[in-house]
């Protein structure tokens, strides 16, 4: 049996403005002592008096990591060309994103962004509601450490899909909630053709607790993620692609009854899926997403008038359709280079066209990639998170990168079908900012220096 502890803990580094890209962020996180084991999730959390604090989940386990550390990174150039024209959308969890911080409330945003791109590559809370799956059809959900490796080149993601998933179920205390469960993967079977081989099911309980960090975002505490390893281990060997796992999330009561009271606090169960999916992605060569699994039949909160961006969770009692659903059609993560067939599509860290996600929501790894990388950056401000983390507060120097700014989601779209359309941004807008031709053999007559970056022209 393998071995497998989660340890969450905050540590601070020292890096000015100027090297506040991943290559050198990485270098130092290396010199500080942290706890052994390997890094799984890391999130920057706040970033005052010339420090960066971040927030780090580490897995001790003797199962071996299939893909590089987090921490290592060879930047590569962006792919000439917008043909495909691939973009990555990121709604990071448990940070109470107005859009996208509940339940699947950002798929008509998604859907947008996704009709001006070829290929759109999201994480799964943004489109995952219950069992109400309204992606469209030109959008692939992936967790968020298989983004970040796609972003770091650890990994390329084949299109084609998993040819079956698996689902790996925490026993339940009560027969009820099993065949709830089952129940649930049975109709995504019979009503969307979907193969789920096998079903497994946990001997002990994955014993997740959330909690809050003190920074506000919602963490998790965990005892042991033996039976995780082995229930995946199981999926694994029968060749399954992709891994639904629905699993207990303990949660004080009057936790739960402050969120559906729509009071102003995060997803509590956010921090709690994100560790489980990333331990099971950095363990194993799959896709993974999670749904709660009820403990007690009073926290389905049946009948409660809710949040309208909330209400998928409260018709539901299983929350695992839209989770079969999207890993249905998630991509598969290979090794660089893998040889494919003419008719394979894949997409690796330089086909990437576009990054978007909410303005003050950047202290993760996928944006410190996109920046050193110059992926163009699209930074939504109508999409208000806890956080609190954007390139003003982390002194990001002007020019640095590609950065826009929009106010929604709305303007993020027309601003992308601007890039695939090879469409001068400058030229969108007023007033438009006159040429000054270079004489040659002759002094400039005027010193002023005009920046026509697109990027910088849209930063104010």
Known sequence: MHRATIETRSFAIECPPEGRVWTELAARIRKVRLTSGELVRLILVDATNGKLIFEGSFLQSDRRPVWPSLLEFEPVPNRAGRDPFVVVSIIPTGIRAEIGGFAGDATPSVNLLASACDWLITNPNSVTASDIYNAIDNIFYLEGNLITRLMLGHLELDLKGPDKLGVLIENPREERFMNNVLNAVNAMRATGGITVDPVVVSEKSLSARCTFSPFGHASADFSTMEDLVRGLE??????????????????????????????????????????????????????????????????????????????????????????????????????????????????????????????????????????????????????????????????????????????????????????????????????????????LGKANNAEREVDIQAGNYLRS
Not at 314 to 322: E, M, Q, R, V
Not at 383 to 389: D, G, L, R, V
Not at 415 to 426: C, N, Q, V
């Open 234 to 439: 199981v999926i694994e060997s029968r060749g399954a692609g992709a891994a639904a796992i629905s699993s207990t999330l303990l949660l004080d009561d009057h936790v739960r009854q402050q969120y559906y009271s729509r009071e102003n606090i995060p997803n509590p169960w956010g921090g709690a899926e994100a560790i489980l999916t990333h331990t099971a992605t950095t363990l194993f060569r799959m896709t993974a997403a999670h749904a709660p699994l009820l403990a007690e039949l009073s926290h389905s909160m049946f009948g409660t008038l809710v949040d309208p961006r909330d209400a998928a969770e409260l018709i539901s009692t299983s929350y695992i359709g839209s989770v079969i659903k999207g890993l249905a059609r998630s991509p598969r993560p290979v090794k660089p280079g893998t040889p494919v067939s003419n008719t394979c599509r894949r997409v690796a860290a330089a086909d990437v066209s576009a990054v978007v996600m909410p303005a003050n929501s950047v202290g993760n790894i996928v944006f410190f990639t996109a920046l050193e990388q110059n992926v163009p950056i699209v930074l939504v401000r109508g999409n208000h998170t806890i956080a609190n983390t954007d390139p003003e507060t982390l002194k990001i120097p002007a020019g640095t990168g590609r950065i826009y700014y929009v106010d929604s989601y709305l303007e993020a779209a027309g601003l992308l079908l601007a890039m695939r359309r090879g469409i001068s941004l400058e030229s969108l807008r007023r007033p438009l900012e006159a040429l000054e031709p270079i004489y």
